[in-house]
């Protein structure tokens, strides 16, 4: 496929919003704040979401349109908190160099264009640098294994003001994922979020589609479980049953 012709492309534009209009999970407020197709299939989206389920759904809508080869994606989370730049970089400088799971890593911050050292090891494992533009934090760098990783975006999308979470990191076993390391990674997350009781929810995995059972004592700590889940990196699609219940 090469040059779209003018006519086509206003026509996929056209369908794909009737596509996002049409889909309910996005809710009503949902609104494509930019849509533009390029001639070689590259699809450029702009919207504001609610959530990551509504950002990953949003997106998998875009990708499954035929002609679009490629997405440039701008599509972001509405924080649960509004937060600058500064207080967000200030936040993950916390995370990063307190938290004991990554002591074994250097930590860089850029602003800037400049990079400052937060955390240094002596025996280090690997290296982690992150910036933050607009309430979008990109991380990159290397570290051993995808339980890292995945632990590492998890720590930048806590962050109440991040809008999106980019994660560059190369992990040493990215060919080693599975349903397995997945169920791993997001128990891990809820264990280390201090607001559900981790003991009381099953995990299940399949084709990167994660199904949460059990039961917690509110609507507010069931949906903090399912979004931990979507805050996981290499997941696709949750299916929440948790039971809301003693």
């Not at 949902?30 to 990953?56: C, M, N, P, R, Y």
């Not at 999106?164 to 190369?170: A, F, L, Q, Y």
């Not at 990674?185 to 059972?213: F, H, M, S, W």
């Amino acid at each position: 496929m090469f040059g779209l012709e003018p006519e086509r492309i206003r026509a996929i534009v056209d369908e794909l919003r009737g596509r996002l209009s049409a889909e309910s999970r996005l809710g009503s407020r949902f609104k494509a704040d930019g849509l533009s197709l390029e001639g070689d299939g590259t699809l450029i989206f702009e919207a504001e979401v609610d959530g990551v389920a509504q950002k990953k759904l949003a997106l998998e809508i875009a990708a499954a349109m035929p002609d679009v080869v490629a997405i440039v994606d701008r599509v972001r989370v509405k924080p649960a908190s509004p937060m600058g730049d500064a207080e967000i970089r200030a936040r993950l400088r916390r995370e990063y160099a307190e938290d004991p799971a990554l002591a074994s890593l250097n930590v860089e911050e850029i602003r800037g264009g400049h990079r400052e050292t937060i955390s240094r090891s002596p025996d280090a494992h690997g290296d982690v640098d992150y910036e933050v533009v607009d309430g979008v934090v990109t991380l990159n760098g290397a570290v051993p294994g995808l339980t890292v990783k995945r632990y590492i975006g998890l720590l930048a999308w806590w962050v109440p003001g991040s809008r999106d979470v980019i994660n560059g990191v190369v992990a040493g076993d990215d060919d080693e994922d599975s349903a397995d390391r997945i169920a791993e990674a997001i128990r891990l997350a809820l264990e280390k979020d201090p607001y559900i009781d981790a003991a009381q929810v099953k995990i299940g995995v399949r084709n990167r589609t994660v199904r949460l059972t059990g039961y917690l004592p509110s609507d507010d700590q069931r949906r903090m479980a399912e979004n931990d889940a979507w805050y996981t990196f290499g997941v696709d699609e949750v299916v929440n049953e948790i039971e809301v219940g003693p």
